[in-house]
């Protein structure tokens, strides 16, 4: 069955830089857009970022253009975000996703991103 | 990249039918086929219970429907239950590989 498995996440202090692996498995993982959603605690989900199966093109939300990286190896079966200069309204679970006909059709179980000094 | 605009809550009995609205734009909701909805229980993960707007994966209950008109999607949930008791987020392509989420609706079952 489909398992996507995030890790990474931590306390980071404010500026500082953090990577987000997620390993997925049971499924052919190339041919596949990924994302990342992110959640602020109490708060509602947020879109990310996307790139696409063959790791071609990527885009990004505003609020982290220019600061998160979004990137894969498809040998490996393994999506990445890398994110520098993190603030503290990056605090959040942060969800890889796979995409299927424009849809988030599985979902890892989160990684805890925490911001602060 | 502005948030669709859903109700903060909505409640019903068990057994009634409840609507959610999910309020976009001319960019998003108004312009793909590619809008969805998401169920999400405390602690876990979202799970995807309507894509392209009206299709309903395997697995999830024919209770579950949704529709859209205009920029304005919806989901409805018929014949309530307490396992419906959850946040609901609505999520729509807004071209180029992005997506925008809507602001989360709190179901209640009364």
């Known amino acids: 069955q489909v398992q996507l498995v995030e890790s990474g996440g931590g306390v980071v202090q404010p500026g500082r830089s953090l990577r987000l692996s997620c390993a997925a498995s049971?499924?052919?993982?190339?041919?596949?857009?990924m994302h990342w959603v992110r959640q602020a605690p109490g708060k509602g989900l947020e879109w990310v970022a996307i790139i696409w199966y063959d790791g071609s093109k990527t885009n990004y939300a505003d609020s982290v253009k220019g600061r998160f990286t979004i990137s894969r190896d498809n040998l490996k079966n393994t999506l990445y975000l890398q994110m520098n200069n993190l603030r503290a309204e990056d605090t959040g679970v942060f969800y890889c996703?796979?995409?299927?006909?424009?849809?988030?059709?599985?979902w890892g179980q989160g990684t805890l991103v925490t911001v602060s000094s | 990249q502005s948030a669709l605009t859903q109700p903060a809550s909505v409640s019903g009995s068990p057994g009634q039918s409840i609507t959610i609205s999910c309020t976009g734009t001319s960019s998003d909701v108004g312009s793909y086929k590619l809008v969805s909805w998401y169920q999400q229980h405390p602690g876990k993960a979202p799970q995807v219970m309507i894509y392209e707007v009206s299709k309903r994966p395997s697995g999830v209950s024919n209770r579950f429907s949704g529709s859209k008109s205009g920029n304005t999607a919806s989901l409805t949930i018929s014949g309530l239950q307490a396992e419906d008791e959850a946040d609901y987020y609505c999520c729509s392509h807004a071209g180029s590989g992005i997506y925008v989420f809507g602001t989360g609706t709190k179901v209640t079952v009364l």
């Open positions: 996703a796979r995409e299927s006909l424009g849809t988030f059709d599985s």
């Open positions: 049971g499924f052919t993982f190339s041919s596949h857009g």
